[in-house]
């Protein structure tokens, strides 16, 4: 029997994403996120919060939407599935990194919120973002170096710009 390795993620940016380019000129985008969860606890009563981070990979297309959209403290949907990866560092010592590399990315973000600076803010007001990456992300996994050629290209699909006007006469 097959496994399944899907992750759900809403949550917010740690830093502005990180943009790079793999030799071939794939790009790619990374950036930490916190989830967080409250639980009151049963002693105390008092309310506790406890934050989990991810390291997030988006490639392709999707990689470029988040840059140009996302910023610190964004708030973001992210679907994908976990990867393991090793790498060595300057001592030569092997070490292990678990990221979440993303399929689906959906910007939950308000207009006027999360402390952008007005042209940041309006960037982020324009297009309420879903990108989704090639539907053949099973039989074209993205690579797991940098320097691996790319096949699949991950389009996203923009929602229509909102409407010109206040924003308070949406239905939500």
Known sequence: MAGVNKVILVGNLGKDPEMRY???GVPV?????????????RNSGERITQTEWHN???????????EKYLH????????GKIKTRSWEDQSGQKRYTTEII?????LLDRPGN????????????????QAQA?????????PENESSALTASATPTHVASAPEGDASDLPF
């Not at 985008?29 to 606890?41: G, L, V």
């Not at 610190?72 to 679907?79: M, R």
């Open 114 to 129: 999360g402390g952008a600076s007005a042209s940041e803010s309006q960037a982020s007001m324009k297009p309420a973002v």
């Open 102 to 106: 993303a399929d689906v990315m959906q």
């Open 22 to 24: 793999t030799p071939n």
């Open 134 to 142: 090639a539907q053949s992300n099973s039989s074209n996994p993205a």
């Open 56 to 66: 997030i990979v988006i490639w392709r297309g999707m990689a470029e939407t988040a």
């Open 72 to 79: 610190k403290g964004s708030q973001v949907f992210i679907e």
């Open 29 to 41: 985008c990374s950036f930490p996120m916190a989830t967080s969860e409250s639980y009151k606890d």
